[in-house]
């Protein structure tokens, strides 16, 4: 059995087109929700969104090739080259059958669908691009990054709502584990701000409608939140079996001791209240790591903002942990990048990934009106420094699909 370390983590996010911008404007509590800018929201209940900014795919890829590509393609090659410039590295040719990739995406090429259902309702079948399938379908992340890298490897896209990037790390610490492969690009990418997306998630009431106040309207663990705020972007990891990655000498950021996975068998979208699915995902980590509960002191928490997730991840967490949950460190990225869906595990397992390295827990923003039945420490006081030995990234996603990374500080 192979032990599995993170050589290097890439980031595209509503803080930043780079995983070092994006970090220290988390830690600076900057928030990425805005109006949005993508289509005309007159009509709709929600006009915000936490949108990635300035984003020029052509800076890391050709003109022609970008315009094959949908927006989440785009992000994960372009994370993809900084993953592997800030690895130093190049897959050599004799190992390119053991680097794999494998890249969640919750819904895929939304955007293509509506433009080209849109052209075809008004010019006929005719005008259906060649490229309308293999641009829109979420596998294709993972193959053109399969492409981007010379990986061939699995070449796999985990969908499963809001867990998919979560899913996809966790497969690829398995597969190292396992010793099929010695390497994988992991991780999750997603862009759907789009009037199908915003529109469908307003019916279900699920998005905050705080139009009037962006930066404020998402509120994980608040008694104020009135929803999630969609956002988008791409968070990558290299993940490598210790072996190969001292051969090549590698940094190594951080050490993968545990992946967890459940389903709640309840709902197509509402957990269980007493978040037992939740709790079944995080202590199979745990028990993969054959560490002790008391051991973890950070989660990267789901924490969506919304009421039911807040309070039963919540109730997850004391289930698991007991008294010892009120001295874990807790934040909530997504008060502060919006929700990510497939992406969203990526992201915030690269967050995790620098909090052990840099001994810093970014803080949770707008929770200023706590929510007594969520009443864990999730850092609204800011960011902490504190050296931290284990982290646990949760992502939780409809159908009652949980999954869970934990990490561990590298010490060799």
Not at 67 to 95: C, H, I, K, N
Request: charged share 20%; aromatic share 6%.
């Amino acid at each position: 059995m192979n032990r599995v370390v993170v050589t290097s983590v890439a980031a595209i996010t509503p803080l930043g087109n780079d995983v070092d911008t994006s970090w220290k404007n988390l830690l600076e509590s900057k928030c990425g929700v805005d109006l949005i800018t993508k289509f005309d929201t007159t009509d709709f209940a929600t006009r915000i969104a936490a949108e990635v900014k300035d984003f020029d795919p052509t800076l890391h890829i050709g003109k022609k090739e970008a315009r094959r590509m949908e927006t989440f393609t785009q992000y994960a090659v372009s994370a993809t080259r900084m993953l592997f410039d800030s690895a130093g590295w190049t897959v050599p040719e004799e190992e390119r059958e053991r680097v794999g990739t494998i890249i969640g995406v919750g819904l895929g090429g939304l955007h293509t669908i509506e433009e080209s259902h849109t052209k075809f309702l008004k010019r006929g079948p005719k005008k259906i691009s060649p490229f309308f399938i293999p641009i829109l379908i979420a596998n294709m992340a993972a193959g053109q990054v399969s492409i981007e890298a010379g990986a061939m490897g699995p070449n796999i896209c985990t969908t499963t709502a809001c867990a998919s990037g979560t899913h996809a790390v966790g497969a690829a610490y398995t597969d190292i584990v396992m010793g099929r492969v010695d390497a994988m690009i992991c991780g999750g990418a997603e862009s759907t701000v789009t009037p199908l997306a915003i529109g469908g998630f307003n019916s279900m009431r699920a998005l905050s409608t705080r139009n009037d106040e962006p930066q404020l309207a998402s509120r994980p663990f608040d008694a104020d939140r009135t929803g999630f705020v969609l956002g988008e972007g791409c968070g990558l990891l290299l993940l490598e079996s210790l072996d190969h990655a001292k051969a090549r000498g590698a940094e190594i950021l951080a050490e993968v001791v545990g992946s967890g996975a459940s389903g709640d068998a309840y709902h197509m979208t509402a957990p269980p209240e007493d978040g037992s699915g939740m709790a079944l995902a995080m202590k199979a980590a745990i028990r993969e790591a054959k560490i002790d509960p008391s051991e973890i002191d950070h989660i990267n928490a789901h924490g969506t903002s919304t009421y039911l997730n807040d309070l039963c991840e919540t109730r997850a967490i004391k289930k698991v942990f007991g008294d010892h949950a009120y001295d874990i460190n807790i934040c909530a990225n997504k008060s502060q990048i919006g929700h990510l869906l497939g992406a969203a595990g990526g992201v915030e397992s690269v967050f995790a990934v620098k909090t052990l390295n840099e001994g810093i827990i970014p803080g949770t923003i707008n929770r200023t009106n706590p929510d007594p039945e969520c009443d864990l420490d999730v850092c609204a006081d800011g960011p902490r420094e504190k050296q931290v030995n284990y982290a646990l990234s949760n992502s939780f996603g409809f159908g009652g699909t949980n999954g869970c990374v934990l990490f561990k500080r590298f010490d060799g």
